[in-house]
């Protein structure tokens, strides 16, 4: 894992000239072409440029963590994919002379630029990408799967937009770290693992149309800084990191000190309905909440309630995505449970 911490720190320690008309993107696509560049003796190797890919990888600073996600390989019909307002060695948000975060994009600005180029795309296309999350934790200079220390919360999506439109036509990935805990335990809401090669099926009732996939992330909370963003040029890793011992070992230890105040004995009912999308959320009757509600990836309520409910269940109308539902006993969060809505 010592390799993990050490693109964490080298992330944004690079030259900021950005080359936004390079023809590197092109130039992977290809056959034929290779790249020179080192092994681990000092040698001089050439390796073939098709296993090499522009990435997305975002950062965020607390005052006791540093958090990184990393968004590559991004694939149609395993084609490479094309990352569009991409510039080599750029870094958004980021002031390298005085090494901190500043705000030259807002976060809309940053979740409207974090994609790739237009693609044709139409009903039983597979969409692939890889992503990374870690976080290290700056007391001990060292990766962390425990000790997560952050007052806001992260949270990213990852969805297929039309482009006619601006509709999203699926959702690829959604995540979400809670604010710390008083035990510095994270609290992680994800459909995949921390090292994940997401593929999805687009439906089979989807029209050729054009499209292009789009990175979303969030802060909440009273005083969130900016998310940076690196635009990233690098090695196809996904077949070795999900092979790594050390990665393995990395995503076990997270979820295994994942603490969200899950209860055995949660008293929530909830499941999915269609036609239209609706969340049916209950209680058993010798529940001792008093209240309950569900909140978005963003950490946004979409719905909330005081018990007792008029009806129990009760139906919810929302659009899909994935929701976390949540008991409280006079505001206390005492039980949680996660939902996904297609």
């Known amino acids: 894992m010592k390799s993990m911490v050490v693109l964490v720190f080298l992330m944004f320690a690079v030259e900021m000239k950005s080359q936004c008309d390079s023809l590197i993107q092109v130039m992977t696509s290809g056959s034929g072409y290779s790249i020179g560049t080192m092994n681990q003796q000092g040698n001089p190797i050439t390796i073939s440029a098709d296993v090499f890919c522009a990435q997305f990888v975002f950062g965020y600073e607390a005052d006791s963590s540093y958090t990184r996600w990393a968004f590559s390989e991004f694939l149609l019909n395993r084609k490479k994919l ?15 002379e005085n090494d901190q975060a500043v705000a030259d994009w807002t976060e809309e600005e940053m979740r409207e630029r974090s994609t790739t180029r237009i693609f044709p795309v139409q009903g039983n296309d597979t969409i692939q990408f890889y992503r990374t999350l870690n976080w ?27 482009t006619i439109d601006r509709s999203r036509i699926v959702l690829l990935d959604t995540f979400r770290i809670e604010p710390t805990t008083s035990s510095k ?148 969060v005492v039980c949680t449970k996660k939902i996904f809505l297609p």
């Open 185 to 332: 335990k994270p609290c992680i809401y994800s459909w995949y693992p921390m090292a994940s090669r997401v593929r999805t099926v687009v439906p089979i009732s989807q029209d050729s149309t054009d499209a292009f996939i789009r990175i979303n992330v969030w802060t909440s909370g009273t005083s969130p800084e900016p998310f940076v963003r690196g635009d990233v040029y690098g090695g196809m890793m996904s077949s070795s990191d999900l092979a790594s011992i050390g990665w393995r070992n990395y995503r076990d230890s997270v979820e295994a000190n994942i603490e969200c105040n899950n209860s055995t004995s949660c008293d929530l009912t909830v499941s999915a309905l269609s036609g239209p999308s609706r969340l049916s959320i209950g209680y058993v009757s010798s529940a001792s909440l008093t209240q309950v509600m569900a909140c978005n990836i963003y950490g946004d309520v979409v719905w909330s309630s005081f018990l007792p409910m008029g009806l129990n269940p009760t139906n919810v109308s929302t659009v899909s995505g994935l929701y976390i539902v949540l008991g409280l006993i006079n505001g206390q």
């Open 136 to 162: 290290v934790d700056r007391l001990t200079s060292s990766l962390s799967f425990n000790r997560y220390v952050n007052s806001n919360g992260l949270a990213f999506s990852v969805e297929l937009i039309n």
């Open 82 to 96: 094309f990352l569009s307002n991409w510039c080599m060695n750029r870094a958004i948000n980021y002031d390298a």
